[in-house]
């Protein structure tokens, strides 16, 4: 079963606003992280963000965490076409050796 | 550097026919890991290894053998392959488990 679950599924906007992705996930964990993953192509880290962390930044990306409501969001601010993707978040439980992902959020940024 | 290297690409097998997926890093990785990647169901972990000589089952292992003979790689071996494989095959390194993963290309096998 997924950990991780993404909210929106599907997310379209125009080039310039924000995109606002969440992740809520079931168990305790470690750390946080998201995912970029581009039509046909691997999946690339985009930043993680550890269980005692609230909030973290990277460039136009804002990642925050809740651990009393088991939920993260991603903001990507003055989005850009090339921002069209799929992201996942994926949670690392205090069992350990394993990534769990969600089912990943498309979002498509219109110029 | 090459990252993470996965071949093939593309494949078609016939129901009962089996393969090899193969799975290479040349960043000295402990850790290496299998997903496979279904419409609408994210990413689920088949198996995963923390070092050479070490493999531990995933969410969905049944139908599939790893082995970790050396650092470097990480073949997935699909023993009778059945039509439920069709899918993305993505393998996955990081230096340990608890580091962000670097992901290959994936494997697009369809078995018929």
């Known amino acids: 079963s997924q950990q991780g679950e993404e909210d929106p599924q599907a997310l379209s906007i125009q080039e310039g606003e924000n995109a606002t992705m969440n992740c809520s996930y079931k168990?305790?964990?470690?750390?946080l992280q998201w995912y970029r993953q581009n039509s046909g192509r691997g999946l690339v880290h985009l930043i993680l963000?550890?269980?005692?962390?609230r909030e973290k930044h990277s460039g136009r990306l804002r990642v925050t965490l809740d651990t009393s409501k088991k939920s993260s969001s991603l903001l990507i601010t003055a989005s850009r076409a090339a921002d069209t993707a799929s992201y996942f978040c994926?949670?690392?439980?205090?069992?350990?050796?394993?990534?769990?992902f969600g089912a990943g959020t498309i979002l498509r940024v219109k110029s | 550097n090459a990252g993470v290297t996965q071949t093939p690409k593309f494949q078609v097998l016939k129901t009962g026919q089996s393969m090899t997926l193969q799975c290479a890093q040349d960043?000295?990785?402990?850790?290496m890991s299998w997903y496979r990647q279904d419409p609408g169901m994210g990413l689920r972990l088949i198996h995963y290894?923390?070092?050479?000589?070490?493999?531990d089952q995933g969410e969905v292992p049944n139908g599939y053998n790893v082995s970790r003979s050396t650092t470097e790689d990480f073949p997935l071996r699909l023993l009778s392959a059945a039509p439920s494989q069709t899918s993305v095959y993505f393998c996955?390194?990081?230096?340990?488990?608890?580091?962000?993963?670097?992901f290959g290309n994936g494997t697009r096998l369809t078995v018929t």
């Open positions: 996955a390194s990081s230096p340990d488990r608890a580091s962000p993963l670097h």
């Open positions: 168990t305790s964990i470690n750390n």
């Open positions: 963000i550890r269980s005692n962390e």
């Open positions: 994926a949670t690392d439980a205090y069992d350990g050796n394993k990534l769990v």
């Open positions: 960043m000295n990785h402990e850790y």
């Open positions: 290894s923390v070092g050479a000589g070490i493999t």
